[in-house]
């Protein structure tokens, strides 16, 4: 549900996620849970299915066949941070290896992903 509050969270989220802010911080800058604070930076749901789309529902970078990719940003400014521009549509795999080198807010991310792979490892996406 995007209310007028949500909006400006969004924006505030993403501005601080921008400085190198982790989840953990920005959630408690703006008084929600690192988990909202995750979800306020994301692309809106139809940017989502664009970039899904766009892919063919395959991972940009190896093909790979996804039931629902990661949408990474290549990294970007505050005006186009979720303009399909700035996003990839990637395996789990793929998107490791994006972050392996560059990251802000390293630690929440990876423990994040963690969570994730372990999901993806009991579903046979092998990494
Ligand atoms: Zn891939
Ligand atoms: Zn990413």
Redesign the pocket.
Known sequence: MRTQKGIDDSRKAIELKLRGMTYAEIGQQLGVTRQRAQQLTKPPKRVYEMVRQRAGGA?E????ELQSGHVHHKGGSFENYNDPDNLQY??L??HVKQHESKLPGEYDWKRSLKMRTTKAARYGHKL
């Open positions: 991972c970078l190896c093909g790979f990637l395996c795999s793929c």
